[in-house]
């Protein structure tokens, strides 16, 4: 188990709409968190069936179409923000909208440019871009402050939108932040190698998450999002954060997280690491945790204020 030099102490809370206990060792730029919880409990937002909704598509000068969804209700609002080539209509964005519709709270979901419903050209697609189309939902859609939860990709992009709009962005949830990721796994790389890719133009990377087996990265992909790295310098990000993590994550280790905790400046983070959970995060007992823990935010903003 990871141990950190600063001090920590452990506190107990109760969530207040799901029954569960979690525990927490909180410490300044470092922390672990522990969730115990019952496994006989169900989420009782889970629906029976699903109600199909139309998508609407935000236009925007001189770039393409972004399909999304978006559940009216309270503030704040919840912002779901997919991973590298997902859309709106996985597991994870699905069952949030469902919970953040039991709860009467607002929620966003989207498909980034080139992606799903969206617009675009997918091999056009940089970090650079779907950054910008982050910023466009928020700015044209979000109202009121907002819990962001990125996941992979998402998570990296979602501390790119909380830097720039700090006064929209109230919280944030990375599950399975892939912070730099790509570049630093790049970079990791021989020099051979590195050259091989170079001269081909595109990294092939195996994967079990695609049909082919495969993820096939642009090299000038890659180029591009090293102007968007943020593990070299602090994060100036001052809001609450929560990181949650599969250990058995075999596309960003999980050490990403600490990493990300140790970076940024705030200093209410929290880290919860499971143990058997993959990249996806999208098993029951995940989608647990993921809600719970917008629960819990949801929870701690509104009695703050």
């Known amino acids: 188990m990871a141990t950190f030099g600063t001090a920590a102490f452990a506190a107990w ?3 207040r709409s799901l029954g569960w206990t979690t525990v927490s ?45 978006k559940l009216k209700g309270k503030s ?4 779901f923000i997919p991973g590298y080539l997902s859309n709106m209509n996985g597991t994870k964005a699905l069952e949030i909208e469902e919970f953040c519709k039991s709860l009467g709270h607002a929620f966003i979901r989207f498909d980034y440019s080139g992606v799903g419903n969206s617009d675009g050209i997918l091999e056009e697609g940089t970090v650079g871009k779907w950054r910008k189309d982050v910023l466009s939902i928020i700015d044209s859609l979000a109202d009121g402050p907002q819990i ?15 830097i720039a709009r700090p006064e929209k962005v109230a919280a944030l949830i990375g599950i399975a932040t892939a912070a730099d990721s790509l570049v630093t796994q790049f970079n990791q790389l021989s020099v051979e190698v590195k050259k091989e890719i170079e001269m081909k133009g595109e990294w092939v990377i195996p994967t079990k998450y695609t049909e082919e087996g495969t993820y096939h990265i642009q090299y000038s992909f890659i180029k ?26 075999d596309i960003v280790p999980w050490h990403t997280s600490l990493q990300v905790a140790d970076r940024v400046i705030s200093t209410d ?6 143990k058997d959970s993959d990249h996806r995060m999208k098993e029951k007992a ?18 703050s204020t």
């Open 286 to 303: 995940d989608i647990q945790l993921i809600v719970y823990t917008i629960d819990d935010l949801i929870d701690k903003l509104t009695t």
């Open 269 to 274: 983070v929290d880290i919860v690491l499971r």
């Open 148 to 162: 962001l939860v990125g996941s992979s990709l998402g998570g990296w992009l979602m501390f790119h939108a909380a």
């Open 224 to 249: 591009e999002a090293e102007h968007h790295c943020l593990l070299h310098s602090p994060i100036p990000v001052n809001c609450p954060i929560r990181l949650l993590h599969g250990m058995k994550d």
């Open 25 to 69: 060792f909180v410490s300044h730029r470092g922390l672990s968190a522990l969730l115990a919880r019952n496994p006989m409990l169900a989420p009782s937002w889970l629906p029976a069936c699903r109600q199909k909704s139309t998508v609407s598509f935000l236009s925007r000068p001189d770039l393409p179409k972004l399909a999304y969804k």
């Open 13 to 15: 809370a109760p969530c």
């Open 76 to 79: 704040p609002g919840i912002i």
